[in-house]
């Protein structure tokens, strides 16, 4: 679309004169006065700053896996959102610093209220996600919220927001994930 002649449309307001320099007022807002109480708080995400000297030393970390174990780790993670602005060359050395993890039917895999430090994704196995209202004891009163059937990937929201993990996974048989740690 051509906007070079946009202005040709519209007329001068009357009274006002186009060349002269409006100020605008600075508002009036105190920072250390409360707000609305009732009002609803943002949530906001930060990162930590990047650090050349951190780059200079990374080393690449491998983990022998079959050709069928990385296809499906492949497929376990296209639909992960941490994974969707990666290109190959990116997710390919997220895939290969994963290693195994085998799980016995009925182990904790994460906790809620816990620190996350790794990211899983499964390999085979089901895993139950519990959550419950009581952050002090997330063991009362919890909720079964979503099974996975031997695909999918968990873990990744207490990495990406650096908040404690928001539900327990349980394994409901013998499985195996491969796993990423956080650094």
């Known amino acids: 679309m051509d906007y070079s002649d946009h202005k040709s449309s519209f007329e001068p307001m009357a009274g006002i004169d186009e060349d002269l320099k409006y100020e605008v ?14 009002r609803k708080r943002r949530f906001s995400v930060s990162a930590e700053s990047s650090d050349d000297k951190k780059s200079e030393k990374f ?11 990385l296809d499906r780790i492949k497929q376990s993670t296209q639909d992960v ?4 602005g ?10 290969d610093a994963m290693f195994e993890k085998k799980c016995q039917k009925g182990d904790e895999i994460i906790c809620q209220g816990d620190h996350g430090d790794y990211f899983y994704v499964i390999e085979s196995g ?20 979503f099974q996975y059937n031997n695909k999918g990937a968990f873990g990744e929201l207490a990495l990406m927001y650096n908040a404690p993990r928001a539900a327990t996974v349980k394994a409901v048989t ?10």
């Open 25 to 38: 007022p600075p508002l009036n807002i105190d920072p250390n006065a409360k707000g609305d109480e009732n």
């Open 126 to 145: 089901i895993y139950e996600v519990w959550k419950s209202e009581n952050k002090n004891n997330p063991n009362i009163d919890s909720k079964k919220v």
């Open 86 to 95: 990666l290109d190959t060359e990116q997710s390919n050395l997220l895939v």
């Open 59 to 69: 080393i690449k970390k491998v983990y022998p896996k079959s050709k069928e174990a």
């Open 81 to 84: 959102f941490l994974f969707e």
């Open 174 to 183: 013998n499985g195996l994930l491969y796993r990423i740690r956080y650094l």
